[in-house]
Structures are given as C-alpha cells and as structure tokens.
T-cell receptor, first 116, second 115 residues
Framework: AQKITQTQPGMFVQEKEAVTLDCTYD???????LFWYKQPSSGEMIFLIY??????QNATEGRYSLNFQKARKSANLVISASQLGDSAMYFC?????????????FGAGTRLFVKA | EPEVTQTPSHQVTQMGQEVILRCVPI?????FYWYRQILGQKVEFLVS????????KSEIFDDQFSVERPDGSNFTLKIRSTKLEDSAMYFC?????????????FGEGSRLTVL
C-alpha cells in the first residue's frame, strides 16, 4: 500500500537561508511519481515540483529542488534563498503508476515559517 | 490560464441535509478527483473518476457519497445525508493523461460546514 510520511509538523527558517523539508514514501510499484504542493494560508493547492521514479536526475524548478534518494525512499524538498512568501503548508504526495487514473495520496504536511 | 472552478465557495447546512458540490475541471482533462481537508490538516483522497465511472475510491467514500458528470463540463460530489464530521474543505482536482508529470490541478475548494 502507498504511504507518505512527513515527520516535521513545523519548521522555521531565516529569510534568505535554505531549508529542507523531509518526505519518505513506501510503495511496491516500480513506477510512481512524487510531488510537492504548497498551500498558503489562502488555502489553494499549488503544484511545485515533480520527480518520476525512473528519472535519473533530481528535479529542479527555480528555487525548489527535490533531493530524490530512491534506495532510501526519500524525496526531500529543498527551498533555497527562502522568502517571506514561502511561509505556508507543504505537502509531499505520491502517485503510483504512470497514468493519471491512479490516485495521488498526500503526507500530513509540514508548516514552514520564514522569519525576517 | 485554464483553471478548475468550484462552487459554492462556502456552504452551511444542517445535519441530515443533502449537499451537492460542483466543479468544472479544465476542459481537456480526462481524470477527475475529489479530496477533502479537515481544518488545514491532511489532504485525504475521496474518489477518482475517469471515462464516466469511478476509478478508485477510499474508505471515506461510503454510500453517502456519490459523484457524477452530468454533462461535458461539470463534475459533482453529492453527500446524501450530511454528518457533523463531513465539515471540511472539499477540493476538486483534474489532470490530463498527456501531461508527463500528471500533476493535479486543484480548484480553490468548497468549504462545507455542517451544523
């Protein structure tokens, strides 16, 4: 069965510093996708970054990078040069299989606070 | 930019009443989902829908819940007899099989309050 674990309920980071949000997952499917979503206080869910299980390189999107360690089943999100607007809830998510018909499940989330 | 739209943004209902939450997914998307989130906590999968039928549903999605795509644009979630514990934010999402990543595009949510 799919499982996503985020062990950090809350994290603090100083503005302009980097921060790593942890995520581990469990699946028996060799084909899966890993995602990070951001949920600001306004409530919408914003897609940040994707890593496919067969991707050889770690995904990057601007200030976001995904530290994918397949053998350890971890998919940590690294945010570089934190900004005040990065304060939000961050969810790690996983989808098994290659097609969109398969469900995506979410971790419990990590609330990030960026300090000025 | 195309977006998923949900109505109503907030609905207050009495326990035992029926509620219908509506969603208009992005027009060329083929896969549709409902999720719920209780008080900013975990985002929980309810149901996925493809080709006019349910692909998968969670344990939460019991006989009180149903989904429908009544026409080519709307995707609805019906709760037949609401309970207090159904109070949550309900998110509709869609995705396209042509997207290599298959990320979900979420609506802004419908907040349901059951009194």
């Amino acid at each position: 069965a799919q499982k996503i674990t985020q062990t950090q309920p809350g994290m603090f980071v100083q503005e302009k510093e980097a921060v790593t949000l942890d995520c581990t997952y469990d699946t028996s499917d060799p084909s899966y996708g890993l995602f990070w979503y951001k949920q600001p206080s306004s409530g919408e869910m914003i897609f940040l970054i994707y890593q496919g299980s067969y991707d050889q390189q770690n995904a990057t999107e601007g200030r976001y990078s995904l530290n994918f360690q397949k053998a350890r089943k971890s998919a940590n999100l690294v945010i570089s040069a934190s900004q005040l607007g990065d304060s939000a809830m961050y969810f790690c998510a996983m989808r098994e299989g290659r097609t969109g018909g398969f469900k995506t499940i979410f971790g419990a989330g990590t609330r990030l606070f960026v300090k000025a | 930019e195309p977006e998923v739209t949900q109505t109503p943004s907030h609905q207050v209902t009495q326990m035992g009443q029926e509620v219908i939450l509506r969603c208009v997914p992005i027009s060329n998307h083929l896969y549709f989902y409902w999720y719920r989130q209780i008080l900013g906590q975990k985002v929980e999968f309810l149901v996925s829908f493809y080709n006019n039928e349910i692909s998968e549903k969670s344990e939460i999605f019991d006989d009180q819940f149903s989904v429908e795509r009544p026409d080519g644009s709307n995707f609805t979630l019906k709760i037949r007899s609401t309970k207090l514990e159904d109070s949550a934010m309900y998110f509709c999402a869609s995705t396209s099989w042509t997207l290599n990543t298959g990320e979900l595009f979420f609506g802004e949510g419908s907040r349901l309050t059951v009194l």
